[in-house]
């Protein structure tokens, strides 16, 4: 009996220090962060008023946490300017792309670790699974710039009507095209290829006078997945509500012959090294400085490369390339994704204020045209009273491909939050741990697994 | 010979006993010899509180479905560990981990006695420069190195390529971090690199308690180096060797950092180990599956361990 008093003693003594512990814990957590949402209560309730915030002034720091890539030169000079005007210092923290979600969610799930601004890729299931944003982003729907921003960059950055982040990107001059060097496609005889055999002709063309084909960034862990991806509209055209009968769950990927063919081509591009011998160490940086060497004919980029390469290179001219589109499955339709990088306002920010000063100060119609000029990536912006002035061969293009279909990453469900685990997985099947049958078998079974965990109906 | 029942003024009667617990008759008896019992009260409870429970929770955790997008975590049995045998990639993590720790163990402790023995016995000037330079690895922060080794280590820039085609050998140019084959054991040389200064330390401090007149006695008897190293300097370096080989099985098991820098788990699976799985797997929101890993490579640490220890113990005590 006595030890077992002792026991009870101890226990409790335990218990009640694990009370105190935990009493001296509550107050700091209940200001630095808001109480995780509940699912039953509307999203504009979960997250801080603006008015509970903190006032900001000089001195006050912000942290920026964003992929590699994603904040361009343009956004860091206009940050200075912001911190001229307000004196609040903006903090950009870049992390490497092929780490940059472990890192987010990481640091989301341990209660943010102090940032004030993080970047995410729009699109309503990545905000929603991979983001959370009603519960980790500020509802930003009263600010004046929502209304001037593009209704299709609205659309994928919002839930159930409420917008959650600010999107400053390129998102039509943004498509993954194939941008080639002119000179070398002339030097060689080739026109630009309709099908994949012209295609494959031309790269076999190109690897015989001694110039490497393609310039595939593998090493970042994203880019690859392009290919795959980007091509949604010809895997609808090919199979018309496709993208439907995946989000309802009557279709799957493994088994799609078009997406089989596409990546038994891809497959077979890389067995033939038209992406060089030293591909999968390629990095997503060197790519201006691969194409202006002219040691590669061909990467898949946006319309802005031609710009960026001649601002870093002058002795290349811009006018010395132009774009077609990734020709896979014989595809010929322009694809576009209205989702893009985006930023958004941590809920547990003490910053909040002084972000949303930042975003404004962003999205002001003269800062806007500043980005775009500034941008050489950008060749348009998805806001509205920006000027924006085409290329010859960025008109030739929007000339060419009239038809246009949405990128499969946007277009169906569960796809984009797992865009560095296909890269993961491609990466293998170029290597040949794995099939292409292996690689749609894969996709599905996460699909699968983020539909049960979300509780999808069309999963039940 | 049994003491009193513990009672609480037992508990915080100062006495000159020390603590330990005793059965008998199906109650538990303490007897005092050293210290009172208090004295150990708070560590107790930091311990529980902050290790064993969380240990414990870690466990019961692996068999539940716990994950980001739900707040309902629900009992789902051993269907954690059913996933984690029944697919291919986490298998590959397993083994990729095993291979790590085995061949680190490997070359850490070889290359690190030879240098040990090299800097204490062998070389008679500048060897503490010389330790110093070869321990400097270990305090350079592991994400330089990543950087670094990732330059050198390029297929087509790095130094250590053009370096090998600028001397003829073309031939052993190789893609050593991005070719699937040969990646893993890439990481492995750049880790041994880092690790053998701080592994060789600990040998050097093992060597020099061992007395010289053993030495003195075995060279009268006319035994030659050789003679030396197996019967006398390897019997007496077995506890250091101990020390390195847990040290180095623990960190092999546990080995993340020096994957993640380098190759990030890659190409494709190629150089996965537990904890990179693990760390993605958490970052998914997979909660469930991530700790499940987490516990089944506690149980492999701990049977190795155990097992090591038993081990070299007996070795230990044969010499």
Redesign the interface.
């Known amino acids: 009996m006595?030890?077992k008093?002792?026991l009870l003693?101890?226990l409790s003594?335990?218990i009640v220090?694990?009370v105190l512990?935990t009493a001296c814990g509550a107050p700091a957590t209940a200001t630095e962060a808001p109480a995780?949402a509940k699912?039953d209560e509307p999203a504009a309730t979960e997250a801080p008023a603006a008015t509970e915030a903190p006032a900001f002034g000089p001195g006050t720091t912000i942290t920026y946490i964003a992929s590699q890539d994603w904040v361009r030169d343009a956004e860091q000079e206009l940050a200075k300017k912001f911190e001229t005007e307000t004196g609040v210092h903006v903090d950009f923290q870049i992390i490497p792309s092929?780490?940059y979600?472990?890192?987010l969610?990481?640091k989301l799930?341990a209660g943010g670790e102090g940032i004030d601004i993080f970047g995410g890729q729009s699109g309503k299931t990545d905000i929603k699974?991979q983001l959370?944003v009603e519960k980790n982003a500020v509802p930003l729907t009263d600010q004046e710039w929502v209304k001037r921003m593009n209704p299709l960059s609205v659309e994928q950055i919002s839930l159930d009507g409420i917008t959650y982040g600010l999107t400053i990107w390129d998102t039509i001059g943004g498509s993954w095209v194939i941008v080639y060097n002119k000179k070398a496609f002339a030097d060689n005889g080739i026109s630009v290829p309709k099908t994949y055999a012209e295609f494959a002709t031309a790269c076999q063309t190109l690897q015989d006078a001694g110039v490497t084909p393609i310039y595939e960034p593998?090493?970042d862990?994203w880019h690859h997945v392009l290919w795959f991806l980007e091509m949604g509209p010809v895997y609808e055209a090919a199979n018309p509500g496709l993208a439907d009968a995946l989000n309802a769950n009557k279709a799957t990927f493994a088994g799609n012959p078009t997406m089989l063919t596409a990546l038994n081509q891809l497959k077979e591009m890389y067995d033939k090294g038209y992406f060089g011998?030293?591909a999968?160490?390629n990095e997503f940086a060197n790519t201006e400085a691969s194409m202006a060497e002219g040691k590669y004919a061909m990467t898949v980029n946006n319309f802005g490369l031609p710009s960026q390469i001649h601002k870093a290179y002058p002795d290349v001219p811009e006018d010395n390339f132009g774009f077609f589109v990734i020709p896979l499955a014989d595809n010929q339709i322009w694809n576009v994704n209205p989702a893009a990088p985006s930023k958004f306002i941590y809920s547990g920010s003490k910053n909040i204020e002084a972000a949303k000063a930042y975003f404004e100060f962003l999205t002001r119609p003269e800062n806007l045209q500043f980005m775009l000029d500034n941008e050489a990536r950008f060749a348009m912006l998805n806001f509205e009273g920006v000027k924006a002035e085409l290329t010859t061969d960025q008109q030739a293009f929007i000339d060419t491909y009239k038809k246009q279909g949405t990128v499969y990453q946007t277009a169906v469900n569960y796809v984009n939050p797992q865009w560095m685990d296909v890269g993961?997985?491609l990466?293998?099947?170029?290597?040949?741990?794995?099939t292409p049958e292996d690689v749609l078998a894969e996709t599905d079974q996460r699909r699968t697994?983020?539909a049960i965990?979300?509780?999808d109906e069309a999963w039940k | 010979m049994i003491e009193s029942v513990v009672g609480l003024k037992d508990l915080f009667r100062p006495t000159t006993g020390m603590l330990y617990f005793v059965f008998h008759d199906g109650k538990l008896k303490m007897k005092n010899k050293i210290y009172p019992f208090y004295f150990s009260v708070g560590a107790i409870i930091l311990y529980s509180l902050f290790m064993v429970i969380p240990g414990l929770l870690g466990f019961y955790l692996s068999f539940t479905d716990w994950n980001r997008y739900s707040s309902e975590i629900n009992f789902i049995g051993f269907q954690n560990f059913a996933l984690i045998f029944s697919k291919q990639n986490y298998w590959h993590s397993i083994s990729n981990t095993i291979i790590f720790t085995v061949v680190t163990i490997v070359l850490k402790t070889v290359i690190a006695l030879m240098l040990a023995l090299l800097l204490s016995k062998g070389l008679k000037r500048f060897f503490n420069f010389h330790r110093v330079v070869i321990y400097l690895p270990a305090i350079i922060p592991m994400i330089v190195v990543g950087i670094v080794f990732r330059s050198i280590l390029h297929p087509a820039t790095g130094a250590l390529n053009e370096f090998l085609r600028g001397v003829g050998l073309d031939l052993l140019a190789q893609q050593w971090l991005t070719n699937p084959n040969l990646a893993l054991y890439s990481v492995i040389g750049v880790d041994t690199w880092k690790g053998i200064g701080y592994i060789m330390v600990i040998m050097i401090a093992g060597l020099q308690v061992i007395p010289a007149e053993y030495y003195e006695a075995a060279q009268l008897d006319g035994a030659n180096q050789w003679d030396e190293f197996w019967q006398i300097t390897l019997p007496l370096l077995m506890p250091t060797l101990t020390v390195t080989t847990m040290l180095n099985l623990l960190y092999g098991l546990k080995v993340f950092d020096v994957v993640w820098v380098l190759t990030n788990g890659g190409p494709g699976y190629a150089t996965e180990t537990v904890y990179t799985v693990v760390f993605k797997e958490f970052s998914k929101g997979r909660y469930g599956v991530s700790t499940a890993l987490s516990s089944l490579l506690f149980v492999i640490m701990s049977i190795c361990g155990y097992w090591l220890i038993k081990m070299m113990h007996s070795k230990e005590l044969e010499t």
């Open positions: 006595k030890s008093n002792m003693k101890l003594l335990m220090f694990g512990i995780p699912t092929d780490q979600f472990n890192v969610e990481t799930e699974l959370n593998f090493a862990g011998t030293d999968l160490s993961q997985v990466t293998a099947m170029f290597t040949g741990a794995v697994d983020m965990s979300a509780g």
